[in-house]
């Protein structure tokens, strides 16, 4: 063979390997595309990881696949890395499903895209439910369980303020594993502008003293009345007596310093009986708030609507609302006719 046809057949079959390996490199990234968007394969129909700060790409690769990912570790980290995206991954818990892919994995955590949770705390409610909700709500750590209530408020940023009432009743939504503390934080961080806000509105004449009276106040409010359009009148009413020095004599503020003795039936022995928060017995308000009161709540008490009458009962028909009277003599026909049936 001569050397020209030698170098002729070399030359032929180093164009067919490269031919080779040029196709096998357009298959091997077609394949990796096509991986990309691939639905990953789960072990159960949803796998959930938390991601700690700090945590390297390859780790959280193979933290995916001991969680449930079924794909190589390997390819999800080499997939990190060359999407040039791998340093923008932010810790926290995310969850994926059906349907998932590695590209919509890894835009997930770039994103922050978390997996999230909530917990509500209703208006009216005193801190011991508050307490009973967080202590049940999923995906939280217990950090605050064993906590008294000074130890509580402490902990949010308020060491010596009663805790009853500091927390504004809302929606709170959070990322699963987080502690509760977090959540109690934003909840008591809320009350705090809140009430700042509505202070800021409040009524020249009010005869409240200071933003704690106005939370006091607003806490009675929310659980006298949850018809909003009487809220205003029920603030009046508890202005007008303010004022003038006359008790309170509003029943929650009994119930609430009965405790855990309280059955469901208010008894007049009950307002005879004396605590620091009978307003029967005692003048003024009481001395801490006895619900979470919301915004309405805390707007009424710091702008009530103006009225002369000192007393309301409610009506007692099923529809929430309540008479108003100026008079006594007017108010106790008003409690033999809605609340004693005329007897």
Do not use: C
């Not at 790409?57 to 890395?81: H, N």
């Not at 770039?110 to 917990?119: L, N, R, S, Y």
């Not at 020095?245 to 005879?272: A, H």
């Not at 103006?306 to 309301?312: C, I, K, N, Q, V």
């Amino acid at each position: 063979m001569s050397r020209r046809s030698l170098l002729s057949r070399l030359a032929r079959g180093l164009a067919l390997v490269l031919l080779l390996l040029a196709l096998t490199t357009a298959a091997a990234g077609w394949l990796a595309w096509k991986w990309l968007d691939a639905p990953l394969a789960l072990r159960t129909p949803s796998v959930e990881l938390s991601i700690e700060p700090g945590t390297t790409p390859r780790a959280i690769a193979q933290a995916w696949a001991d969680a449930g990912v079924q794909t190589s570790p390997l390819w999800l980290y080499e997939w990190f890395r060359w999407s040039g995206q791998a340093r923008q991954i932010r810790a926290g818990s995310y969850e994926i499903e059906a349907g998932a892919t590695p590209r919509s994995l890894l835009a997930k955590m770039v994103q922050g895209d978390e997996a999230m949770e909530q917990v509500r705390f209703i208006e009216g409610w005193t801190l011991r439910q508050l307490r009973a909700a967080l202590a049940s709500a999923p995906q939280l750590k217990p950090t605050t369980a064993g906590m008294d209530d000074a130890q509580l408020m402490a902990a949010v940023g308020s060491p010596g303020v009663p805790a009853e009432g500091r927390f504004f009743p809302d929606t709170y939504r959070y990322s699963r594993g987080v502690s509760d503390l977090t959540v109690l934080k934003r909840a008591h961080r809320a009350m705090q502008q809140q009430l700042a806000a509505t202070w800021a509105l409040r009524a020249p004449d009010t005869p409240l003293k200071s933003a704690d009276e106005a939370l006091i106040l607003a806490s009675i409010i929310e659980k006298e009345t949850g018809l909003a359009a009487e809220r205003g009148l029920v603030a009046g009413v508890f202005v007008n007596r303010l004022r003038i020095g006359m008790p309170l004599q509003t029943d929650p503020t009994v119930i609430y310093g009965m405790g855990p003795s309280f059955d469901g039936n208010l008894r007049r022995r009950d307002l005879e009986t004396d605590t620091p928060f009978n307003t029967y017995t005692r003048g003024g308000l009481p001395p801490t708030p006895i619900s979470l009161p919301g915004l309405a709540s805390l707007r009424a008490a710091v702008q009530p609507e103006s009225t002369r009458a000192l007393y309301f009962v409610s009506r007692s028909d099923g529809t929430g609302r309540s008479v108003f009277s100026e008079t006594l003599a007017d108010h106790n026909r008003a409690v033999n006719q809605f609340q004693r049936g005329g007897r």
